[in-house]
């Protein structure tokens, strides 16, 4: 069983700047992809950014529409770590934010892609 723990989530002013971090731990941690994904009052859980891991996808970083230049994800694989640098938040970033770990190959902006997701960590960006 793997675990994923997130942090760093807060209260921001709009145009402010947060970093979040995934610890992954429990059996030996093999994972194709690592993502985030985020959940607003009311709304389903999307898509935010996904990077490849130590599995077989060697492709680059993905990003949804709605983070592009302002977010950038990445991460320590000696740590088992991954981070989202949040920057120029908006108000319409508030959310709960899950980080996200999966062995499969299927598309990695695909919720039902990831077999472990973390409890959350909540984001609030104030106007």
């Known amino acids: 069983q793997v675990q994923l723990v997130e942090s760093g989530g807060g209260l921001v002013q709009a145009g402010g700047s947060l970093r979040l971090s995934c610890a992954a731990s429990?059996?030996?941690?093999?994972?194709?992809?690592m993502a985030w994904f985020r959940q607003a009052p009311g709304n389903e859980r999307e898509f935010v950014a996904a990077?490849?891991?130590?599995?077989?996808?060697?492709?680059?970083?993905v990003y949804a529409e709605s983070v592009k230049g302002r977010f950038t994800i990445s991460g320590d694989n000696a740590k088992n770590t991954a981070y989202l640098q949040m920057n120029s938040l908006k108000p319409e970033d508030t959310a709960i934010y899950y980080c996200?770990?999966?062995?499969?190959?299927?598309?990695?902006?695909?919720?039902?892609?990831?077999?472990?997701w973390g409890q959350g960590t909540q984001v609030t960006v104030s106007s």
């Open positions: 996200a770990a999966t062995s499969k190959m299927t598309s990695p902006i695909i919720s039902r892609t990831y077999d472990y």
């Open positions: 429990g059996r030996t941690f093999s994972s194709n992809a």
């Open positions: 990077i490849p891991w130590s599995g077989h996808w060697s492709g680059d970083a």
